[in-house]
């Protein structure tokens, strides 16, 4: 008996967006694909299992995605990483410790995840990330302007997001950068 692979489009307050979840957490989202190119990118990353149109199983990821996209939820919902590279898993695992509100540059990412130099390598596994804002990729900052960096598409999108973000978190700066440094984030 193969698993079951939900999936639905849902209006969010950044448009509509595609989801998909397994019982292990949110599969995939996507604000940007046609219907038939995320199918395709599921059946890739889940060859076994049955895709089905089922916006009730999806219910509890559905209300979380609208939440948190309205600023009324900030703790992280489960994610299915089946069929994801060990690289970008880890560093989808570190974006996902970014604490709501907070940033971190491509090069502190790649050093959370032990190679510090690999901040390019960590914007391509953010390039390919199907599970957007499950994993806070707006978090992840250019550490020449503190925002720039943003393969997700419209950067408005993250801009909003920083923003919202920093409106419920009190201490940031108005550039959405913490007043956290790098050392205080090291010994958390």
Known sequence: MSAQLAFATVETPIGPMLL?????????LSGDTSLGTFLAALRRRFPDAD?????GALREAIDWLRGYLAGTHRKAFAVDLGGIGRWDAAVYGAIRAIPYGETA??????????SPRAARAVGGAL????????????RVVLAADGISGWGGGDIRVKRRLLALER?????????GHSRVTRRDRARR
């Open 20 to 28: 998909a979840a397994t019982d292990a957490g949110i599969a995939a």
């Open 51 to 55: 895709r089905v149109p089922d916006e």
């Open 105 to 114: 540059t491509y090069g502190e990412v790649a050093a959370m995840v032990g």
């Open 127 to 138: 390039s390919r990330c199907p599970l957007f804002p499950a994993v806070p990729c707006h």
């Open 167 to 175: 409106r419920r978190v009190p201490g940031l700066t108005d550039s």
